[in-house]
């Protein structure tokens, strides 16, 4: 871009040119044209020469500025030929390049000397820029600034969100503000955050230009719920609210277990809550079956009345039990064993290990929209219950308990806050008739003849200062261990034979019987006998079963026999019986560690053993053999030494000598007899 230029025309002879020069004088931006000032004046060298021109022209941005006349000029250097001003308009845009040429015949009047030239003026400022930021967040009040290049100017505004025009401002000099409307905001809301700000500059009502700024519309950002508002039904809590901008407001949706309580509109930045009573009969209904539930609060945040997003936040919320407890006053028993209540005349009183308590809860209310679920009733650490709120009945199976005792009933209800009731039982002591003494024996431990004692003890239940028990049977039967019929039972406190009733005895004071040692029959010596006792009182009977063992002796001896804890097998062999078994045994009946080489005579007779053993020996070299019924037997004895030499000798057995019959002595290859090299050193026999 020029402010000023000029051109010459060819030079003539090459001393004398015109120059065409101009010059900005003035622009207007309302008018978008540029003036320039201008001027067509000789031009070369030897300025104290002139030559005639003629014919002279120019034109400048296409349109004749200047024709000469006929008059012919004397042309010096800076003779002017025409000069003035030129208003040229720019484009739309401010922008303009123009053009001139001109020229004329210099002496010679035939040719004519021109030239010509182009040149791009400043441009005029046009439409008005945007200095602010595109960059806003949706709901915020956005202003824009403008820098106009005319005061004349003026300007419309536009901003649009993902290229859809939301608002349109008109009428505005250097700035504006926008406050977004709800149905503005709702609309931006539901686009992208590609932000565009469009400036539309007008001069009046002429259209000068348009420019735009770009950025990004970000959605805004919900405000959250700060605090913890756990809290117990009956209190208050408060919400805090971090907001996100100032002019944002909110409502508060407060739910109990997931059913809406509460709804608080237009809430800055924190709000306190205290339940009116018919919340807290919504709050009683939402938890009517626990104690403690979820809180949750969701908060909505509004911008200019749009819904720009919510947040929930959690915390629990507790139903104190205080003021909560189910109304429950009383509840009733029975026993209902009948043996129990037949033996102690009453059904409320219980007999250890021999009851059935049934329990009848009074009518348990429940409060603050709970209901009762169950009865529990709680005897030394374990629980019974009935969920038959109709019926109420708790039923607790045999209790073998003693004393006084207490049981706590209690109703539940569906938070599960209880109201209890307490009383005491009484249980009187019972046990089972026992048989702690039986002694059954045989004379001498092995005779036919058998004694019988015994000692055992019955509960005395006392109750109302007198004891409710007795002995109903006392009694015993037997049987043969290899029997399956028993004999006819035997009444200890009645019977004559054997006379038990004579040595049996009772205190009631106790509970103590006694049996006496008393004879009560003969039984087999060789048998075991299955005995059977049963012992009655009021509530039940034991029976015990124990053995009368066949007749063991300590000793016992036969002919050439003898046992210990048995009888020896009179078909059995002479000897020593342990536990009803022989036990064998054996003994040396010649013994000479020089050993012989002849014949051996034993210090005892071999008759009537089951083997004998006979060690002997070669060059140092030992052996043994063992001949089963030895009697007539003949044995042969071998030895191999180290010498590789084979010594074997012949005995025949006798019942009183051992007879050498032959001897042999193998040396290699070779032989050699010799009478005396394999000696006897033991013999042992054996049973």
Known sequence: MASSGSFTTNTYAGIRSITFNWWVVSQDISGNFTDIGWNFVGSGSNANSWYYVLNGYLNINGS??????????????????????????????????????????????????????????????????????????????????????????????????????????????????????????????????????????????THIGTSTKSGTASNPTASKITNDFSFTVGDSTKFQVNRGKNYYSHSLEISVAEKLIKTISNVGTETPWTPSSSELTAIYNAMGSTAKATISVKCIT???????????????????????????????????????????????????????IVITCN?????????????????????????????????????????????????????????????????????????????????????????????????????????????????????????????????????????????????????????????????????????????????????????LKNGIPLVSYRKKKMGVNCIPDKNGKDGLYLNGNYVSYEESVFDNSSGSAGNIVPETSLKNCEYIIIEFKANDVLGSVRIDNPINKVASLIIVDATATLYSKTVTIKEKELTVTSYNKVVLNSSKTSSNDIKIIKVIKGN
Request: with cysteine; net charge positive.
């Open 64 to 205: 004749r500025v200047y024709t000469q006349n006929s008059t012919k000029v004397q042309l010096y250097v800076g003779t002017v030929l025409a000069s003035g001003t030129t208003r040229i308009y720019h484009n739309s845009d401010g922008s303009k390049s123009f053009g001139a040429d001109g020229g004329g015949t210099i002496f010679n009047y035939g040719t004519y000397q021109t030239g010509s030239g182009s040149w791009a003026l400043p441009t005029i400022p046009r439409a008005s820029s945007i200095t602010s930021s595109a960059d806003y967040t949706k709901g915020d009040a956005v202003t824009v600034t403008v820098s106009r290049a005319s005061g004349n100017f003026n300007h419309t505004i536009e901003f649009l969100v993902d290229s859809q025009v939301i608002k349109t401002i008109t009428g505005v000099a250097t700035s504006c503000t926008w406050t977004p409307t709800q149905t503005e905001l709702e609309t931006m809301l539901k686009k992208g955050t590609s932000s565009v700000i469009r400036c539309y500059t007008y001069n009046g009502g």
């Open 363 to 547: 009518q348990a209310t429940a409060k603050n929209q709970a209901s009762i679920t169950k009865y529990q009733a709680i005897v030394n650490g374990s629980i019974y219950e009935t969920t038959n709120i109709t019926n109420r009945k708790i039923t607790i199976p045999n209790l073998n308990l003693k004393g006084d005792v207490v049981i706590q009933v209690r109703a539940v209800d569906s938070r599960g806050f209880m109201t209890t009731v307490e009383k005491h039982l009484t249980f009187i002591p019972y046990t089972k008739p026992q048989l702690s003494t039986i002694n059954l024996k045989r004379r001498n431990n092995y005779d036919e003849e058998t004694t019988m004692e015994l000692s055992g003890v019955i509960s005395l239940i006392s109750y109302n200062g007198s004891s409710k028990n007795k002995v109903k049977t006392f009694k015993y039967r037997y049987k043969n261990a290899e029997s399956s019929s028993y004999s006819s039972w035997v009444d200890i406190t009645k019977s004559t034979i054997p006379n038990t009733s004579s040595k049996y005895s009772y205190n009631s004071s106790t509970g103590k019987l006694t049996l006496n040692e008393v004879e009560i029959g003969n039984f087999e010596t060789k048998a075991t006998y299955v005995f059977e006792f049963v012992i009655e009182d009021s509530v039940t009977s034991t029976p015990v079963a124990i053995n």
């Open 302 to 356: 509004y911008a200019r009345g749009a819904t720009i997003g919510n947040t929930t936040k959690t915390g629990n919320i507790t139903i104190s039990s205080t003021n909560n407890n189910p109304t429950f006053k009383d509840w009733s028993y029975q026993n209902n064993n009948s043996i129990s209540n037949s033996v102690l005349g009453t059904n409320q009183v219980i007999l250890q290990n021999y009851n059935s």
